[in-house]
Nanobody
Framework: QVQFVESGGGLVQPGGSLRLSCVAS????????MGWYRQAPGKQRELAAR???????NYTDSVKGRFTISRENTKNTVYLQMNSLKPDDTAVYYC?????????WGQGTQVTVSS
């Protein structure tokens, strides 16, 4: 059974930074493409960033230059460093494999960007 546990969210002012972490259970983490997804109030969940097992990275246009995704396979962990945060980044952030597996969704971590 695969589970993802996200942490690191919180309330931050515009321009601030947060680092999210996602710890995965299961023994296939190192070969999986991992993604950070987010769902803003009233909007569909979207892929913010993804990273392959070999380190190939893709970002959605709205976070390019501000967010950095990384992974530590020895710790079954994927990170999302978020800088220069904007109110539009307010959302619940989730990790999952890419393409998603619906059964793997965790609770997510809330990020609120507000002054």
């Amino acid at each position: 059974q695969v589970q993802f546990v996200e942490s690191g969210g919180g309330l931050v002012q515009p321009g601030g930074s947060l680092r999210l972490s996602c710890v995965a259970s299961g023994n296939r983490f190192s070969i999986s493409i991992m993604g950070w997804y987010r769902q803003a109030p009233g909007k569909q969940r979207e892929l913010a960033a993804r990273i392959s097992s070999g380190g190939t990275i893709n970002y959605t246009d709205s976070v390019k230059g501000r967010f950095t995704i990384s992974r530590e396979n020895t710790k079954n962990t994927v990170y999302l460093q978020m800088n220069s945060l904007k109110p539009d980044d307010t959302a619940v952030y989730y990790c999952n494999v890419y393409p998603i597996r619906a059964a793997y969704w965790g609770q997510g971590t809330q990020v609120t960007v507000s002054s």
